[in-house]
């Protein structure tokens, strides 16, 4: 199972307790650059917006029900998130609660399901009521 598509499984099971959102970031393997083999897509390095724009519109393909954003070409959300390649992250209240290691080898969707898993039952086991009077 590719990384992407265990993303997805998440973000379905997870839908009724959590927002995804991906910030698709700078190519980490650029057609004309530091090309992968097994990339799925020959994406060239962005010289502005409107080509990290159509690439981002592949990603939206490969996540339905996750919003989709770009990051700025100066970079900013990855820099100040230390996203380069890719990264799971929480944010709760604002306030980062979950950051999983940098990808490749650092990602792992198995925490980020675990923790989602974790939350959801201490939902489920609250004792929060709300009254409507």
């Known amino acids: 199972m590719t990384r992407l598509s265990a993303f997805q499984r998440v973000v379905s099971q997870y839908a009724d307790i959590a927002d995804f959102l991906v910030v698709y970031i700078e190519e980490a393997h650029p057609s004309d ?12 390095k962005h010289r502005c917006l409107e080509d990290r724009l159509r690439a981002a519109q592949l990603m939206l393909a490969e996540v339905p029900g996750s919003n989709v954003v770009v990051d700025n070409m100066d970079n900013e959300s990855n820099a100040a998130y230390g996203a380069y390649f890719e990264r799971l992250y929480i944010v709760m209240d604002e306030r980062v609660v979950y950051q999983g290691g940098r990808g490749p080898e650092g990602y792992r969707i198995s925490e980020l399901r675990n923790w989602l898993e974790q939350y959801r039952n201490n939902l489920m086991n609250s004792h929060t009521a709300v009254l409507h009077v």
Do not use: N, R
Request: aromatic share 16%; no cysteine.
């Open 33 to 44: 650059g530091w090309v992968s083999s097994d990339a799925p897509y020959q994406i060239p």
